[in-house]
């Protein structure tokens, strides 16, 4: 990212912290090379149609707003995090309410892959309805599973399905996922 600076996106976007939005900023004939066209004349055309509008709409399919700035495809939430703090995050932006639209400053966290792992919702291939808990067909029990720190953890196998999700969700508790996770 070190050609895409924070303060070059700030001379290009501005990012409202309460909202979370992005906007396209006035350019100037300095932003453009000759071409067919002048630099002014590509200036007062791009200027026309972009600048004061919300940027980054481009919504992909798991829920993140995306967007370009010289070419190159960027995520809303990094971009939010670098313009408001003056530095790309180090690791992943966790949506904290598990919206990945919402680009609000105070839903954004830099967070290692684990910190962001306790934090998202149920897969979708989980049949059980819980996070964590599955039917073993031969056993004939619940299994009730957690993962730290890369290692999967046996956490019992019940014959009913509470006792199972019971057992998950003390994990959870002790171990730092939030309350959301699995949800």
Not at 58 to 72: A, F, T
Request: charged share 30%.
């Amino acid at each position: 990212m070190t050609d895409l600076t924070p303060d070059i996106l700030r001379k290009f976007l501005r990012y409202e912290p309460d909202t979370g939005k992005l906007f396209w900023r006035e350019r100037t004939p300095e932003d453009f090379t000759d071409g067919k066209q002048s630099k002014e004349s590509k200036c007062a055309s791009w200027n026309s149609q972009h600048s004061g509008k919300e940027a980054f709409l481009n919504m992909k399919k798991d829920g993140h707003l995306n967007g370009n700035v010289r070419r190159r495809s960027l995520q809303a939430h990094r971009v939010a995090w670098a313009i408001y703090y003056g530095r790309w995050p180090k690791h992943h932006i966790d949506h904290i309410n598990g919206d990945p639209a919402d680009n609000r400053i105070k839903n954004l966290r830099d967070v290692s892959s684990t910190q962001n792992m306790r934090n998202c919702r149920r897969f979708s291939h989980n049949s059980s309805g819980y996070n964590g808990v599955r039917w073993h067909k031969r056993g004939k029990k619940w299994i009730a599973e957690g993962c730290l720190n890369g290692r999967k953890k046996h956490l019992g196998s019940f014959d009913d399905i509470e006792d199972a999700v019971a057992a998950r969700a003390d994990f959870n508790k002790n171990n730092g996922f939030t309350k959301r996770h699995g949800t």
